[in-house]
């Protein structure tokens, strides 16, 4: 019987010494694949793995996971994980896992950084005086984040940490999630609302939603016009989650007056994308999560999530109903 193999699909970063010298030490085989090699990968030593980690950009579907012959789980290599098919992978006795409570302070961190930035205006002043000028009026309207509302769709572990974050700015924090129990929001002084009061009532609205069915597109153009005019919106969850059409129009109507991502729906984008090019929206490259603690966090207690299955116990942050153990 051979070594166990751990397959890593992997564009983003560029080494895995932290994985090696956590295998190595497990006697475990294991590969790194890039995008242009994901199919001769897979045939050669893809569906005989025992465990595999796959980064957001790879789309891990039915096709695939179907032909894994050892698999015990996939684990994507993030919070996010609609890039695996979970029904697909249930069906197969795989367990797709995420790393959910990672990175926790760096997105909240980076989502409150992007709403002073946009409601500062920032950006503006920034362009201002780099081309010689000296304006501090040439910006208006700004109005003070104290007595001001942030909406948070979503209350999970991010969205929890925002709300204490905020709430040192002297806003008001409401929130909408249908899946959290009221006693939560009580516990930490969130007002839980419908999504119609949610957008309502934010003056600032931000995202903290996984990109499901349900939520994909749940931003439109209708939804938009619901939040009070003069009013800000940031993402830092899922592009998707926003129509950004919708959003470009809205913001052109001057309904909206500007948006801080970090997520769009295609990544990179097209460089003609004209959300990028209005001056009311900042755009950051999915870079919410990033810190050199961060990166060894996810990376090492992720290698050690897949280890965990492989030796026949259940992982952490399970995200499928796995009905057959294989």
């Not at 002043?125 to 304006?135: F, I, L, R, S």
């Not at 991010?158 to 700015?169: G, Q």
Request: with cysteine; aromatic share 8%.
């Amino acid at each position: 019987m051979g070594k166990k193999r751990v397959w890593i699909l992997d564009d983003e970063w560029f080494t895995h010494e932290l994985e090696k010298e956590i295998y190595t030490e497990h006697d475990i085989e294991f590969k790194v694949t890039r995008s242009e090699s994901f199919k001769n990968d897979f045939e050669s030593f893809g569906k005989d793995a025992d465990g595999i980690v796959a980064q957001v950009g790879f789309n891990f579907g039915a096709a695939y996971i179907s032909r894994l012959t050892k698999c015990k789980i996939i684990a994507s290599s993030g919070v996010g994980f609609n890039h695996i098919d979970l029904n697909a992978s249930a069906q197969k006795g795989i367990y797709v896992t995420n790393m959910a409570d990672y990175c926790i302070g760096e997105v909240s961190d980076h989502t409150i950084a992007l709403a002073l930035i946009v409601s500062r205006r920032l950006r503006a002043y920034n362009e201002q005086v780099k081309n010689g000028q000296w304006d501090p009026l040439d910006t208006l309207p700004i109005h003070r984040l104290q007595g001001r509302t942030v909406g948070l769709l979503g209350f999970g572990r991010i969205a929890k940490e925002v709300a204490k974050k905020f709430k040192v700015f002297g806003v008001n924090v409401i929130a909408h999630d249908k899946y959290v129990p009221e006693e939560v929001f009580t516990k930490l002084g969130v007002e839980s609302v419908t999504l119609e009061e949610l957008l309502e009532r934010s003056n600032i609205l931000s995202l903290h939603v996984p990109l499901t069915k349900e939520t994909e597109g749940l931003i439109n153009y209708e939804r938009l016009k619901q939040l009070q005019k003069g009013s800000i919106i940031i993402n830092t969850c899922r592009g998707a989650i926003i129509n950004e059409d919708d959003l470009t129009l809205v913001i052109k109507e001057g309904h909206i007056a500007g948006a801080g991502l970090d997520v769009l729906v295609e990544e990179p984008p097209n460089k003609d994308l004209e959300l990028l090019h209005l001056d009311e929206v900042y755009v950051t490259p999915h870079s919410s999560y990033v810190s050199i603690e961060s990166e060894y966090e996810l990376r090492s207690r992720t290698a050690l999530n897949v280890i965990r299955a492989m030796d026949g116990e259940v992982p952490e942050f399970v995200q499928n109903d796995v009905k057959v153990k294989v």
